[in-house]
């Protein structure tokens, strides 16, 4: 089974837009929170009540979708949440690109603006 097949089958929905109104069809990629031991080099903040991890999470996608190259006014939503791709890179199995790798974080729609998630002090 290819990458793209696999991540359609078992992936969840996401789509890439614009605020031109463009959108990407529907494709699957992996959208999951990044565990505690991945997190120690974001921008998370260690509280007396835990640790707030300001919604970071990792994306794997099918190469044919590179969000590597996309500007800044390009937003990844997934089941009606919408994420800023932070970081992102190619991975590769020999010379053939495989998928691509991201730390996304959550947008906050904050009165008709969005705002990335900040953490309160």
């Known amino acids: 089974m ?3 097949q696999f991540m359609n089958k078992y992936g969840r929905p996401v789509t890439l837009n ?6 990407s069809e529907r494709y699957g990629a992996f959208v999951q ?3 505690y031991k991945n997190k120690m080099y974001l921008y998370g903040v260690n509280t007396q009540i835990g640790y707030n991890s300001q919604g970071h999470y990792l994306y794997i996608g099918p190469p044919d979708h590179n969000i590597i190259e996309l500007d800044q006014n390009i937003w990844l939503e997934c089941e009606g949440v919408k994420y800023q791709i932070d970081r992102a890179e190619k991975v590769y199995a020999g010379t053939e690109l495989f998928y691509i790798w991201a ?3 959550t947008i906050v729609e ?3 603006e969005s705002a990335i998630e900040e953490v309160a002090s």
């Open 2 to 4: 290819q990458v793209k």
């Open 110 to 112: 904050d009165d008709g």
């Open 103 to 105: 730390v996304i974080r």
């Open 18 to 23: 614009r605020s031109d109104g463009w959108r």
């Open 33 to 35: 929170p990044l565990r």
